[in-house]
């Protein structure tokens, strides 16, 4: 019984390093990326319902990164969006080497060791879900922890909590109350943030031009979800938006 004590003991300094191993960073893919596209994993929508109910996690973030993602994001939240921790381990499983942002609305350091755990590189912090001292605590946890923050704002307001110094520093075009969304709202912020800021513009994005103009206006980064998902081919149509942004 000994050799096979030993043998599960050994297995586990296995399974431990791959954990400790440095996740790839989002905020270096995203300044190295000619698209900066960020292509999310999204299942359903708590505004639209289900938009790929049957969408596997072992296929599509895969065949994003194959046609070109520069990183992903994957929502994790189940009741609201379908979501599961399960499909980070999932992704990785399948051949996922690309950062990948765990996309949840993170309210407690617990969840960013399940970030941690499931292979995330980053977790998304939400300016409107957090005190500025709760949102300064969970980095410090995330950063403790190996994983990058990506702090998102929609309003002027929140524009404080920049402050704190987050990796990446994202714009929500979407308001999270309504759910309505106005891509301006990142053209109208990007000028607001700090210069050394890697920006993100997250959500209505659904035209390369609007992404080459954002380029424009200081973003590195574009969160895409709906747009992609809701094709029958994600992994294809990131392609053919990618050659949009580039050609």
Request: hydrophobic share 40%.
């Amino acid at each position: 019984m000994q050799d096979i004590l030993q043998d599960i003991i050994a297995h586990k300094h296995q399974e431990l390093e791959v954990l400790y191993r440095p996740k790839p960073s989002l905020r270096q893919a995203l300044l190295d990326s000619d698209s900066g596209i960020i292509a999310e994993f999204k299942r359903r929508s708590p505004s639209k319902g289900w938009i790929k109910e049957d969408g596997r996690a072992d296929q599509i973030p895969l065949s994003y990164q194959q046609n070109g993602a520069s990183a992903l994001s994957i929502l994790t939240d189940e009741h609201y969006f379908g979501g599961s921790d399960a499909f980070i381990r999932i992704a990785r499983q399948s051949g996922v080497n690309l950062p990948i942002l765990y996309k949840n609305f993170i309210i407690d350091e617990m969840q960013l060791y399940a970030a941690t755990l499931c292979g995330a590189s980053a977790a998304l912090l939400i300016a409107a879900c957090l005190t500025k001292q709760q949102c300064k605590t969970l980095m410090n946890k995330a950063h403790d922890l190996g994983l990058e923050v990506l702090l998102e704002m929609h309003s002027e307001a929140e524009l404080e909590y920049a402050e704190l110094g987050p990796d990446l520093c994202g714009i929500n075009n979407r308001n999270l109350g309504s759910f309505v969304t106005d891509v301006e709202n990142s053209f109208r912020l990007a000028e607001l943030l700090p210069k050394e800021a890697v920006k993100v513009s997250e959500s209505g994005i659904s035209n390369p031009e609007t992404v080459r103009q954002l380029r424009q206006a200081g973003f590195r980064g574009f969160l895409i979800g709906e747009n992609f998902m809701k094709a029958n081919d994600p992994g294809a149509s990131l392609r053919e938006f990618i050659s949009g942004v580039i050609s």
